[in-house]
């Protein structure tokens, strides 16, 4: 086999495997990347650690103090912000969260921020994290289609009639992964300041990482349909478009649900 051939075919093999995306501009030589990483702890890292008078004791930080440290930090930064454009600024500056770096572009939101309704869904996906808005690929055109059937729609202008979006995480986890429960710590902050901001009459919790960031619970198929709260207002589960898209013959039960949250706006429940 040529030089070329050979690469050609590890190639395939990795498509195969399902790396079938860069992620990256550039390769990452990851050898080099663990030896630096062994060497320099990360800024955030070095920030919770033992102050700089400490004696210099090679240690890892402590992954719990680390997480909780996340978490403060972020519900400074969110509470501080007084605005949408200033929560979007502080969630662009928020070191702690690694799904930053594997990620092309933050994914705030797409909508109206006067809209009555507002969608919480779980996290960017390939076309969102190119695009840098929320719901874009095709769960976002059966989502679209979804509204459009009770009248809402995310490009109307009009309170009464449009809807505004984002999502539990703001970055694509690599490879569409589950997200963490300590990713999801440091990132509900910002998502429940987001809330307040748009301060919405109703929220659409969209799939398992949604509720249990915003409820913290989990298990959509018991907890889809039925009404719960958070900061105060109503908050229906519903299932995510993306498991619809996988299981059709669950519609009629998303059917339901928008009826459910036709009959909330309508004041008939
Ligand atoms: N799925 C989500 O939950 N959010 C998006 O933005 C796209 C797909």
Redesign the pocket.
């Known amino acids: 086999m040529t030089e070329s051939q050979d690469a050609l075919a590890h190639l395939a093999w990795q498509v195969e495997l399902g790396a079938d995306e860069a992620i990256l501009d550039a390769p990452v030589n990851r050898f080099e990347a663990v030896e630096t990483a062994s060497r320099a702890p990360s800024a955030f890292a070095k920030a919770v650690e033992a102050p700089q008078s400490a004696p210099p004791v090679a240690r890892t930080p402590d992954k719990a103090a680390t997480a909780a440290a996340a978490v403060s930090h972020a519900q400074a930064l969110a509470a501080s912000a007084g605005s949408l454009q200033k929560l979007r600024d502080a969630l662009a500056g928020f070191e702690a969260c690694d799904l930053r770096h594997g990620a092309r572009n933050l994914?705030f939101s797409d909508g109206n921020p006067a809209a009555r309704v507002m969608i919480v869904?779980?996290?960017?996906?390939r076309d969102?994290d190119i695009q840098g808005k929320?719901?874009v690929?095709r769960?976002?055109q059966l989502l679209d289609a979804m509204l459009g059937a009770i009248g809402l729609s995310r490009t109307s202008e009009d309170a009464e009639t449009s809807v505004y979006i984002t999502?539990m995480l703001p970055w694509r986890p690599p490879q569409n992964r589950d997200p963490t429960p300590e990713e999801i710590a440091m990132l509900q902050p910002f998502v429940r300041r987001h809330v307040e901001l748009a301060d919405p009459e109703v929220l659409v919790l969209?799939?398992n990482w949604a509720c249990f960031g915003l409820l913290g619970k989990r298990g959509i198929t018991r907890l889809r349909g039925s009404w719960d709260e958070v900061l105060g207002r109503p908050a229906l589960p519903m299932f995510?478009p993306?498991f619809l898209l996988r299981q059709p013959s669950e519609k009629a039960k998303a059917w339901a649900d928008l009826l459910s949250l036709k009959a909330k706006l309508r004041g008939e429940t």
């Open positions: 994914v869904g779980e996290a960017p996906g969102e929320p719901f690929g769960a976002g999502n969209m799939g995510h993306a």
